[in-house]
């Protein structure tokens, strides 16, 4: 070769971009590609291969909203131990015992990181619900709640990243003559969040038209926030404002819960002082305990009681319940 094509072709390999480096073999991409991609598609999205024969449909792992809503120790343990050990299908196959943990810790991060949108409040925020405090966290839940004579059905809808809607019924089975108890429906907007810190913070607002057993409209801003600090306590907390029409301003309440995960459970206690601009203050207790009840944890109840301390006589504890289904994240007969 003479000395000029040879001068050209190195000055040719020198300026061409160089080829991306293929990904190092135990890297999250490179996992995803060997293992999972048969299956759940290159992309994530869920189209598997023609050959893979599926009885229920591979999980979209690139949705936003269901990879974001989830935690990572739960992908963790799904791709471990397998779909079945959380109710899910045998054809989502247990990693476990063939591969090591920090293996699969990498395949799992690869996978929620191909939602690719930031913004998105993640599942470890998603703490449980108590009775008395909304939930920072927007949810697609059905939520069933009784306390003593009078329940309440809501139905909570997310809206994109940070929004929920809410609409809910109330009946009172008190033996008076209306039943129906009203309406309400509610907004509420997760205005900040940080996985770091295991916090986050929504505001919302409530409205309750003259329906049922209320005269007048009324409507309740409020501020919720939950935080899990070093991870050992689940404290959430509100507080209510009230504007009546005609009325006004009709008083404040400050609600405060603390619990413990133990397993499936989750003992609480959450207080309730309530501050009427004219009338009485009351502070009640709700000491209560959270209960998974499906494997998958879609599907969850609680059962404690109301002691009213400081208020009008009479002050009759009473029995609170509620039983939840997170439509978003499965089928209400799936999971178990
Ligand atoms: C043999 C096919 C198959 C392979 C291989 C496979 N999956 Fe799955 N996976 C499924 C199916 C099917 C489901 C849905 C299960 C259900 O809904 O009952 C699923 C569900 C999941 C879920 C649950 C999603 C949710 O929304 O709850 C995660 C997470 C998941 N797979 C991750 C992975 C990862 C990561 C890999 C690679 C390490 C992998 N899967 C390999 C078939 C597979």
């Known amino acids: 070769m003479s000395i000029f094509p040879a001068v050209a072709l190195a000055f040719a390999i020198y300026t061409l971009p160089p080829p991306p480096p293929p ?11 060997a293992w999972c991609k048969s299956c759940h598609g290159a992309d994530g999205r869920g189209v598997p291969s023609a050959a893979a024969r599926l009885e229920v449909p591979p999980a979209d792992l690139k949705d936003c909203k269901g990879s ?5 120790d739960r992908w963790v343990g799904i791709v471990s131990r397998g779909g079945a050990a959380f109710g899910l299908s045998l054809d989502m196959p247990a990693f476990g015992d063939a591969v090591t943990p920090a293996q699969i810790r990498a395949v799992v991060r690869y996978a929620r990181s191909l939602c690719g949108e930031l913004g998105w409040p993640p599942g470890e925020l998603n703490f449980p619900r108590a009775f008395l405090v909304e939930k920072a966290y927007p949810e697609d839940e059905i939520v069933v709640t009784d306390q003593a004579r009078g329940q309440e059905y809501i139905y909570e809808h ?4 940070r929004f929920q809607l809410e609409a809910s019924a109330r009946t009172a089975l008190d033996g008076q003559p209306r039943a129906f108890d009203g309406v309400t429906g509610a907004l509420k907007y997760n205005v900040w969040h940080s996985l770091e810190r295991r916090a986050l913070v929504s505001l919302g607002l409530e409205a309750t038209p003259p329906l049922g057993r209320q005269d007048v409209w009324e409507l309740e801003p409020f501020v919720a926030f939950g935080a899990n600090p070093g991870r050992a306590l689940v404290v959430q907390g509100e507080v209510v404002g009230t504007w009546e029409e005609a009325g006004g301003f009709g008083g404040m309440s400050y609600r405060l819960g603390v619990g413990h995960e133990l397993g499936r459970f989750v003992p609480m206690l959450e207080a309730g002082w309530t501050v009427p601009a004219a009338g009485e203050h009351t502070l009640s207790f709700y000491p209560q305990v959270w209960v998974q009840l499906s494997r998958l944890g879609h599907v969850a109840g609680s059962l404690g009681a109301e002691l009213p301390a400081v ?3 009479p002050r009759r504890p009473r029995l609170i319940a509620f039983v939840l289904w997170d439509f978003g994240d499965a089928p209400l007969f799936r999971g178990w």
Request: proline share 17%; hydrophobic share 25%; charged share 25%.
């Open 158 to 161: 997310r809206l994109g990243k």
């Open 23 to 33: 990904p190092p073999p135990d890297s999250g991409a490179a996992l995803f590609q």
């Open 311 to 313: 208020g009008p006589e």
């Open 68 to 72: 974001t809503a989830e935690t990572e």
